[in-house]
Structure formats: C-alpha cells, structure tokens
C-alpha cells in the first residue's frame, strides 16, 4: 500500500530555469494539496486541487507558480523562472474524499536549491 | 500573522518519561486539530488529532489534550522512547469556514529522548 510519492526528492536549479515536482497521491485518494516549507518555519498551505480542479490556490504566489493534477497521472507544481527565494521544501499530501477523513498524509518531499 | 504557535523550538527529557508538547492558536474558527511527527528529509508522518467537540484523545502512548476557552493543546507522550525524537508540528484548519482542508501550521518543536 503505497504512501504519496513525490519526485525528485532533491531538484537543482539555476536562476531562471523552470521546475517541474510531482506528486502522485496514495491509491483511493482523489485530492492533492501542495505545501513549502521555507528554513526554520511551518509548512505553508499553497494549494488545493482534485482531478482536473484547482479548488484553492490562495497560497499560491501570484506569479511563476502553477499547479494542476491532469485526469490520468500525477499532480505538477511547476515553477517558472526560479529565483533563490524558491528554495524550500515542498511537500505534497493526500486524502480521501470529503467527508471521511481531515487527515492529511504527507510524501516526502522535494527539496528544491536555486543556485 | 502566525495563527498556531509553538512557543518552544526544542524540548529534551529522559527515556520513560512524559513528553509534554505544547500548541498556542488564535484563530477562534479552528476547530480541528492535528500533531505530525517528522524526520530529518522525511515529509511529516499524521500522529493524532482532535475535533473541537472533544478535550482529550488517546492513542496508545499519545493523548491530545484541547482546552477550547485557553485557546491551548498539548500532546503529552508516556514514556518517551529514544525513536520518538523528531520534530513535532501542530496544525489546525476551520471546518466550518468551508476551507477545512487548508492546514495551518506552527513552526514545529524539536523532540530529543536521552537514553
């Protein structure tokens, strides 16, 4: 029984390139939310999206970010035209659908470095 | 704004004794409360939660404590085990507010158990 797998778990980027993580969520769950998490702090609500829906992208900075989960295959956070303040962790997480559990579960994360 | 605090960044205690972790939150819509436990370059793992209707949940050596009119949870674990060193974060989410999913998060508290 799978968890939420997230790849890569280690990015690189240059200045001015794009980034492209994805999140496939545990088998019977059928939403996706995105998190960061910047040194020393909390994890940071980005994004809310079922199939094919953004629900809730009001943590989500207004330029560069995108996000979307396509009707066959993973959910993509994609980052264009990365800067160094982009570094962080982001996580993605899974649940059922509404009204049967308030847990998140959580993958492991990828760790993104703007050089 | 920090909606959840955790006031203490690091707590050490001895193996077999009470850890006590504690959460602050100001947000009077939060209704829901949950504790994930994280490990170095792991995502956080979902421990217990607890609905506002409630004061107390067990779960083995886990019990979360609510007191709605503080304002205050605590998540006590007895006894303490060396493997339960990591860092502990709170997060709450409004279900009433229609955006139940969206968890806010403190900026976690560092676990360590001496053996």
């Known amino acids: 029984n799978a968890g939420v797998m997230q790849n890569p778990r280690h990015l690189v980027r240059r200045r001015g390139q794009e980034a492209r993580l994805r999140c496939s969520p545990m088998k019977g769950h059928s939403h996706v939310y995105w998190y960061r998490q910047l040194p020393e702090e909390g994890l940071k609500f980005m994004v809310y999206l079922q199939k094919e829906n953004i629900i809730d992208e009001s943590g989500m900075p207004k330029e560069r970010f995108s996000a979307e989960f396509p009707k066959e295959g993973p959910s993509i956070l994609r980052i264009q035209q990365v800067v160094r303040g982009d570094s962080a962790a982001y996580f993605c997480a899974s649940s059922p659908p509404s009204g049967t559990s308030y847990e998140q579960y959580f993958g492991p994360g990828t760790r993104l470095t703007v050089t | 704004d920090q909606q959840v605090k955790q006031n203490s960044p690091s707590l050490s205690v001895q193996e077999g004794r009470i850890s006590i972790l504690n959460c602050d939150y100001t947000n009077s819509m939060f209704d829901y409360f949950l504790w994930y436990k994280k490990y170095p370059a792991e995502g956080p793992t979902f421990l217990i939660s607890?609905?506002?209707?409630?004061d107390k949940n067990e779960d083995g050596r886990f019990t979360v404590f609510l007191n709605k009119s503080a304002k205050h949870l605590s998540l006590h674990i007895v006894p303490s085990q060396p493997g339960d060193s990591a860092v502990y974060f709170c997060?709450?989410?409004?279900?009433?507010?229609?955006?139940?999913?969206?968890?806010?998060f403190g900026k976690g508290t560092l676990l360590t158990v001496n053996p």
């Open positions: 607890i609905s506002s209707i409630k």
């Open positions: 997060a709450a989410s409004a279900k009433g507010g229609g955006s139940n999913y969206k968890l806010t």
